[in-house]
């Protein structure tokens, strides 16, 4: 039994915090929010009501946090106090730069440190069967193994130091351009009078095939479990993909990358996000290019 600090026990620490108590670890959690404290407690997290208490003879510190601010707002806090030779795991979607600086924090206080950003969403969090994609020293990946292993169904070591941020922000990108590219594709098909079961079966299994068609497709009817059968119900909302396309164009300025369908893509969420729909999932935004929203 490893015991474990949580910081951040939301919509996906929370359950990623449980999954760890379940599998037999002492979990000691912190949120700044009550309700997220309640309801971690009734997961048999033991909840403390200050960070620097939950860290206190942890030999793992998990954080799972809105941003790289919060992230490193607590690292200055914690860092100092906890005990050398643990662990920090970060599975929060944080901007590349954070992340390093967030390394160079642990690595000054003799603790190892992984990035670790996930893929999978609340339902990955709650089945234990997240995507995790880590950047650090392969000690660091190696001791937290046995950890991203209940939490999740697949870890990737991607490289060193922020290299999880980076292939995190990558993949976004590459998700939040082609649902655009395909739902531009369903709206044109629809006004040439083609059916959308149609230009699945056909694009599915041609040269155009790709997870936002195949697995998520942005229409209602060819992929039952798509959030276009449950009216945009997220899924991952669109205010999620906006922020991880803002980072991945922080991340293009900050080292000259031309990514121009990355930044036509972050306008477009932009302004889907701006007229109210940051709550409904990012593959309504095929309305929006419709002109219906
Ligand atoms: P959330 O807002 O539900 O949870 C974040 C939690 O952090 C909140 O409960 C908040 O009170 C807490 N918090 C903020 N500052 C804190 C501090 N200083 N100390 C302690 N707690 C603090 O967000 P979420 O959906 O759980 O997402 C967490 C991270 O995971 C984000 O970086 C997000 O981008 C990423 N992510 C989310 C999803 C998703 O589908 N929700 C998927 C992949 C990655």
């Known amino acids: 039994m490893t015991t474990i600090a949580f910081i951040g026990l939301g919509n996906m620490g929370g359950p990623m915090a449980a999954n760890l ?22 997961n048999g997290i033991e909840c403390k009501s200050a960070v ?39 599975s929060s979607t ?22 670790a950003p996930v893929s999978g969403g609340v339902g990955g969090a709650a089945a234990g069967t997240l995507t995790f994609m880590a950047g650090g020293s392969d000690e660091a990946f190696a001791s937290a193994l046995p950890y991203l292993e209940i939490m999740g169904g697949k870890q990737v070591h991607c490289g060193d130091n922020g290299a999880g941020q980076a292939a995190k922000i990558c993949n976004n990108m590459i998700l ?18 083609l059916s959308h079961q149609a230009l699945f079966d056909v694009a599915s299994t041609s040269s155009g095939q790709c997870w936002s068609i195949n ?4 229409v209602p009817g060819p992929v039952p479990t798509s959030p276009a059968n449950n009216d945009y119900k997220p899924g991952f ?14 991340a293009a300025a900050s080292v000259g ?37």
């Open 257 to 293: 990358a031309n990514t121009p369908l990355g930044a036509q893509a972050t306008q477009l969420y932009g302004l889907f996000d701006a007229a109210g729909q940051g709550g409904v999932d990012f593959s309504g935004i095929i309305n929006m290019l419709k002109g219906d929203e």
């Open 21 to 42: 108590v379940k599998a037999g670890h002492m979990v000691k959690g912190f949120d700044l929010s009550e309700a997220a404290l309640e309801t971690a407690a009734a």
């Open 52 to 90: 620097e208490t939950a860290v206190q003879d942890a030999e793992v510190i998990v954080t799972m946090l809105p941003s790289g601010k919060h992230l490193l707002a607590v690292y200055n806090q914690v860092v100092p106090l906890i005990s050398t030779g643990a662990l920090l795991i970060d």
């Open 215 to 218: 697995s998520y497709c942005p």
């Open 237 to 250: 909302a669109t205010a999620l993909m906006l922020k991880d396309l803002k980072l991945a164009q922080e």
């Open 176 to 193: 939040g351009i082609s649902m655009i590219g395909v739902g531009e594709a369903f709206n044109l098909a629809e006004k040439l009078g």
């Open 94 to 115: 944080v901007d590349v730069a954070s992340a390093r600086e967030a390394h160079d924090l642990a690595a000054q206080a003799g603790l190892k440190s992984l990035d």
